[in-house]
């Protein structure tokens, strides 16, 4: 069964960094594009980045170019999204993706908060 | 960037009416058009990839088309756990934008 879990949310400051992650189980992690979206609690659904399966080509949103870095660990079945200088617009929920071709999400986590305020 | 504009942005129906979301792009994205349902509180589920094709277990009261610029999803009919809120997205290229939403509710 495939199973996707992010940790690492929580309360931060604007300016400051989290660092997500997405713990993956039940499929070959290393074979699949995976991607981070995000949503505004009560809002639409935000496509964040996505990252080749070897790591090797990520994509962004402009909005966070620049600030945010997708990056995985294949050996550890693990995807990750380093966020720096924090805005109070990062704030929602963010889901980690496995897509099953790029840009096609077929299995998705349940969710981490990040609010950014002070 | 490519945008995606949803219609409704919410509707009422009953339980077995037929219902119809519209999805449209600013540019053609041939069929690179999919659709996902989100109930409250929980994460998205893939219902429809490639415009048209069910992924594995969505039931059949589902279909979807288009091609270009301009795609729908049918609900042929309606069912209690159908209410929720469907999103189109493209993957024609990034940024792999999301339509707004369309709640469906009970009328």
């Known amino acids: 069964e495939v199973n996707l879990v992010e940790s690492g949310g929580g309360l931060v400051r604007p300016g400051g960094s989290l660092r997500l992650s997405c713990a993956a189980s039940?499929?070959?992690?290393?074979?699949?594009?995976m991607t981070w979206v995000r949503q505004v609690p009560d809002k639409g659904l935000e496509w964040v980045a996505t990252?080749?399966?070897?790591?090797?080509?990520?994509y962004y949103v402009d909005s966070v170019k620049g600030r945010f870095i997708i990056s995985r660990d294949n050996a550890k079945n693990s995807l990750y999204l380093q966020m720096n200088r924090l805005r109070a617009e990062d704030t929602a929920v963010y889901f980690c993706?496995?897509?099953?071709?790029?840009?096609?999400?077929?299995?998705w986590g349940q969710g981490s908060l990040v609010t950014v305020s002070s | 960037d490519i945008q995606m504009t949803q219609s409704p942005s919410s509707l009422s129906a009953s339980v077995g009416d037929r219902v119809t979301i519209t999805c449209r792009a600013s540019?053609?994205?041939?069929?690179?058009l999919n659709w996902y349902q989100q109930k409250p509180g929980k994460a998205p589920t893939l219902l429809i990839f490639?415009?048209?094709t069910l992924q594995n277990e969505v039931p059949s009261r589902f279909s979807a088309g288009g091609s270009g610029t301009e795609f729908t999803l049918t609900i042929s009919s309606l069912q209690p756990e159908d209410f929720a809120t469907y999103y189109c997205?493209?993957?024609?290229?990034?940024?792999?934008?999301f339509g707004q939403g369309t709640k469906v509710e009970i009328k």
């Open positions: 993706a496995r897509d099953w071709e790029v840009g096609i999400s077929d299995y």
């Open positions: 039940g499929f070959t992690f290393s074979g699949y594009w």
């Open positions: 990252i080749k399966q070897d790591g090797s080509k990520e």
């Open positions: 540019q053609s994205i041939s069929t690179f």
């Open positions: 490639a415009a048209s």
């Open positions: 997205q493209q993957s024609y290229t990034t940024p792999y934008i």
